[in-house]
């Protein structure tokens, strides 16, 4: 059973910055997929970002792709999402996704099985 915890939203103006941090915990595939989505109210979850922690590659959704950075650190058994250049639009609540094994071909909600409590992220104009 994996376990995920994250950590680091806030408050922040546009065009600024903040970092998510994701820690996990109770897994021992050297392979897995690590993801963070986010969720608006009223709106659909939505993927934001996945890394294979074997290989390294990353994936990006379109509308963050340029501006966030999705990196690990294996030693501390933990993925972070760098955010930059914040925009209104990113304002949710941003979770932590994990999947064992490798990454599925897309990032969608159903190919991740454990899940954190999610942080909130909100960007004001």
């Known amino acids: 059973q994996m376990q995920l915890v994250e950590s680091g939203g806030g408050s922040v103006q546009a065009g600024g910055s903040l970092r998510l941090s994701c820690q996990t915990s109770g897994y021992t595939y050297s392979t897995n997929c690590l993801g963070w989505f986010r969720q608006a109210p009223g709106k659909e979850r939505e993927g934001v970002a996945k890394i294979n922690t074997g290989s390294g590659a990353t994936y990006y959704a379109d509308s963050v792709r340029g501006r966030f950075t999705i990196s690990q650190d294996s030693a501390k058994n933990t993925v972070y999402l760098q955010m930059n250049s914040l925009k209104p639009a990113d304002t949710a609540m941003y979770y932590c996704?994990?999947?064992?094994?490798?990454?599925?071909?897309?990032?969608?909600?159903?190919?991740?099985?454990?899940w954190g409590q999610g942080t909130q992220v909100t960007v004001s104009s």
């Open positions: 996704a994990a999947r064992l094994g490798t990454c599925a071909a897309f990032l969608r909600r159903v190919d991740f099985t454990y």
